[in-house]
């Protein structure tokens, strides 16, 4: 006997969706803004600016005497924020592995009662969990500070993203967007959006203070051992009147009928940007030294990089 169509039951494979969505409806608005390309450039530049600058500072200079462009900014910025880049994908990455195995102990996703669900008081710890970690994170990370200062400095501002994407996410798996008024989608994306910019700033904030640290690092490295700098050897066929810890001037080509030319020697690069050499002496330290600025483009100016000193 023919069934008429509208009692068949079901294809298995074509019932609807779960009400509970998972990790993608949460992350999404914070994803689009993660691979945004002009949010990861302005990181780029931001933290190469960051850096740069404290550097500078740390040197007893200001960051606007080196000159250094946008292309510089990005280009010095590639290898510390691809390492943080790492870190949020790794992070990503354990997120799903966590939502995998919480999603299929939810109610509406297994499909079991609350009672014969062994896993359920796990379940609803987790849940609990998540709710607190905008709380507990922040608080974990600065107590790491007592063992760990510089990793608690640059990971605290990103305990704090991460803690309310978390709430964010323990809040949508309680079904607390699915409220029924027609106004409740706006909030959802307004809540969502807002979640998503407390966590882009986050993420500057953490490059911010990795950026401090990476500046202090480089200034800390040349007051220690300025010969780990490579060595500069200046000819020249005038006087320069060069002064400094360490530098030697000598007088090379007096004879009759040739131009006196002039050498100088214990010199060290700090930098080249903007079209100039910046330059500091073997004797140079933060208290008792200068930094030598140099023309690239100099026709009467011969520099050499040497191993060891000059």
Same mark, same amino acid.
């Given at each position: 006997?023919?069934?008429?169509?509208?009692?068949?039951?079901?294809?298995?494979?074509?019932?609807?969706?779960?009400?509970?969505?998972?990790?993608?409806?949460?992350?999404?608005?914070?994803?689009?803004?993660?691979?945004?390309?002009? @949010?990861?450039?302005?990181?780029?530049?931001?933290?190469?600016?960051?850096?740069?600058?404290?550097?500078?500072?740390?040197?007893?200079?200001?960051?606007? @005497?080196?000159?250094?462009?946008?292309?510089?900014?990005?280009?010095?910025?590639?290898?510390?924020?691809? @390492?943080?880049?790492?870190?949020?994908?790794?992070?990503?990455?354990?997120?799903?592995?966590?939502?995998?195995?919480?999603?299929?102990?939810?109610?509406?996703?297994?499909?079991?009662?609350?009672?014969?669900?062994?896993?359920?008081?796990?379940?609803?710890?987790?849940?609990?969990?998540?709710?607190?970690?905008?709380?507990?994170?922040?608080?974990?990370?600065?107590?790491?500070?007592?063992?760990?200062?510089?990793?608690?400095?640059?990971?605290?501002?990103?305990?704090?993203?991460?803690?309310?994407?978390?709430?964010?996410?323990?809040?949508?798996?309680?079904?607390?967007?699915?409220?029924?008024?027609?106004?409740?989608?706006?909030? @959802?994306?307004?809540?969502?959006?807002?979640?998503?910019?407390?966590?882009?700033?986050?993420?500057?904030?953490?490059?911010?203070?990795?950026?401090?640290?990476?500046?202090?690092?480089?200034?800390?490295?040349?007051?220690?051992?300025?010969?780990?700098?490579?060595?500069?050897?200046?000819?020249?066929?005038?006087?320069?009147?060069?002064?400094?810890?360490?530098?030697?001037?000598?007088?090379?080509?007096?004879?009759?009928?040739?131009?006196?030319?002039?050498?100088?020697?214990?010199?060290?690069?700090?930098?080249?940007?903007?079209?100039?050499?910046?330059?500091?002496?073997?004797?140079?330290?933060?208290?008792?030294?200068?930094?030598?600025?140099?023309?690239?483009?100099?026709?009467?100016?011969?520099?050499?990089?040497?191993?060891?000193?000059?």
């Amino acid at each position: 006997m023919d069934r008429a169509p509208g009692n068949d039951p079901p294809h298995p494979f074509t019932r609807q969706p779960p009400v509970v969505e998972g990790l993608a409806t949460v992350l999404r608005p914070a994803i689009s803004l993660l691979a945004n390309v002009a @949010v990861v450039t302005a990181l780029l530049v931001y933290f190469g600016w960051r850096r740069s600058s404290v550097h500078a500072q740390q040197l007893g200079l200001s960051e606007t @005497v080196f000159g250094i462009t946008t292309q510089d900014y990005l280009l010095r910025s590639v290898r510390p924020v691809l @390492v943080l880049l790492i870190g949020v994908a790794v992070a990503g990455v354990l997120w799903v592995l966590l939502d995998r195995w919480l999603v299929r102990r939810l109610p509406q996703r297994s499909g079991r009662r609350h009672g014969g669900d062994p896993a359920r008081p796990l379940t609803a710890w987790v849940l609990r969990l998540l709710t607190w970690a905008w709380l507990v994170l922040p608080t974990a990370v600065f107590l790491l500070g007592f063992v760990w200062r510089a990793v608690a400095y640059v990971l605290f501002p990103a305990a704090i993203g991460v803690g309310v994407l978390l709430l964010l996410y323990a809040a949508h798996l309680r079904g607390v967007d699915a409220a029924g008024d027609a106004h409740a989608p706006r909030r @959802v994306q307004v809540l969502r959006a807002s979640g998503a910019l407390i966590a882009g700033v986050c993420m500057f904030w953490t490059a911010a203070n990795y950026a401090y640290l990476e500046g202090v690092q480089l200034a800390r490295a040349v007051d220690e051992d300025v010969s780990d700098l490579p060595g500069v050897v200046l000819h020249s066929d005038r006087p320069l009147h060069l002064e400094g810890p360490g530098v030697t001037e000598q007088r090379v080509g007096d004879e009759a009928g040739e131009e006196p030319a002039y050498r100088y020697g214990g010199l060290r690069l700090l930098d080249h940007s903007g079209g100039r050499y910046f330059l500091v002496s073997d004797g140079w330290s933060r208290e008792h030294g200068v930094v030598l600025v140099l023309p690239t483009e100099d026709p009467g100016v011969q520099v050499q990089f040497v191993r060891g000193s000059g």
